[in-house]
C-alpha cells in the first residue's frame, strides 16, 4: 500500500513564525504535492515537485516555498505565517511515466495561525 | 483552467437506499478518480478510472469513466452509517500535463441509521 505521512496531524502557530510542514512517502514515487483545503474552496494546488530539487508553483504559492532534497520528503514552508494561512494543508505523491496521475493523499495537517 | 462540476453538493439519505453521485466538464478528461475524506482526515482513493466506458467496483461502490470522456459517476449500493463523509472526483485533463489534477467541490454524504 502507498503510504504518504505528514508529520504533524494539528499545528498551532503565531503570526509572524517560520512554520514547516513535512511530508514523507515511501513508494518511490516522483511527483509530490502540496495542497490547501479550505470550505467552499475545494482543494488548491500550492506547489507540486516532479524531482529532486525540482518544483513548480500550483496555483496559490503567494507565501509560501517548498524545498525537495530527497525524493521521498517534500516540505512547505510559510516565511512568515498569517492568519489567511489557517488551513488544512494535504501533501500528495503520484508515480511519474505511466501518466496516469492517479494521486495518493496523506492524512493532513490543520494549521492555526493566531 | 478547467473545471468539474460535481452534483449532486449534499445528501441526507437512510441507512439502506442506494446513492448516485457525478461529475462533469465541458472538456475530455484521460483519468476519473474518486476519493473518500472523512472529518479531519486526508482523502482516500476509492476507485480509479483510466479508459472511457469502463466500469469499475470496489464492494459496494461502482464507478464509471463516461463515454463521451466529459463525466464520470459513482454509485453505492446498500448505505450504511460509515458511509458518512466528503466524496470527491478528481480528473486528469487531456489538453494538461501528466500530473495535475482538476478537484470536484465534493458531495457531502449523511447517512441517517
Known amino acids: 500500500d502507498v503510504k504518504v505521512t505528514q508529520s504533524s496531524r494539528y499545528l498551532v502557530k503565531r503570526t509572524g513564525e517560520k512554520v514547516f510542514l513535512e511530508c514523507v512517502q515511501d513508494?518511490?514515487?516522483?511527483?509530490m504535492f502540496w495542497y490547501r483545503q479550505d470550505p467552499g474552496l475545494g482543494l488548491r494546488l500550492i506547489y507540486f515537485?516532479?524531482?529532486?530539487?525540482?518544483?513548480e508553483k500550483g496555483d496559490i504559492p503567494e507565501g509560501y516555498s517548498v524545498s525537495r532534497e530527497k525524493k521521498e520528503r517534500f516540505s512547505l514552508i510559510l516565511e512568515s505565517a498569517s492568519t489567511n494561512q489557517t488551513s488544512m494543508y494535504l501533501c500528495?505523491?503520484?508515480?511519474?511515466?505511466?501518466?496516469?496521475?492517479?494521486?495518493?493523499f496523506g492524512p493532513g495537517t490543520r494549521l492555526t495561525v493566531l | 483552467g478547467q473545471q468539474l462540476n460535481q452534483s449532486p453538493q449534499s445528501m441526507f439519505i437512510q441507512e439502506g437506499e442506494d446513492v448516485s453521485m457525478n461529475c462533469t466538464s465541458s472538456s475530455i478528461f484521460n483519468t476519473w478518480l474518486w476519493y473518500k475524506q472523512d472529518p479531519g482526515e486526508g482523502p482516500v482513493l476509492l476507485i480509479a478510472l483510466y479508459k472511457a466506458g469502463e466500469l469499475t467496483s470496489n464492494g459496494r461502490l461502482t464507478a464509471q469513466f463516461g463515454i463521451t470522456r466529459k463525466d464520470s459517476f459513482l454509485n453505492i449500493s446498500a448505505s450504511i452509517p460509515s458511509d458518512v463523509g466528503i466524496y470527491f472526483c478528481a480528473g486528469r485533463w487531456s489538453g494538461g500535463s501528466n500530473y495535475k489534477l482538476t478537484f470536484g467541490k465534493g458531495t457531502l454524504l449523511t447517512v441517517n441509521p
Open positions: 513508494m518511490d514515487h516522483e511527483n
Open positions: 515537485s516532479y524531482d529532486v530539487k525540482m518544483k
Open positions: 500528495a505523491s503520484s508515480i511519474q511515466g505511466s501518466g496516469l496521475g492517479t494521486q495518493y
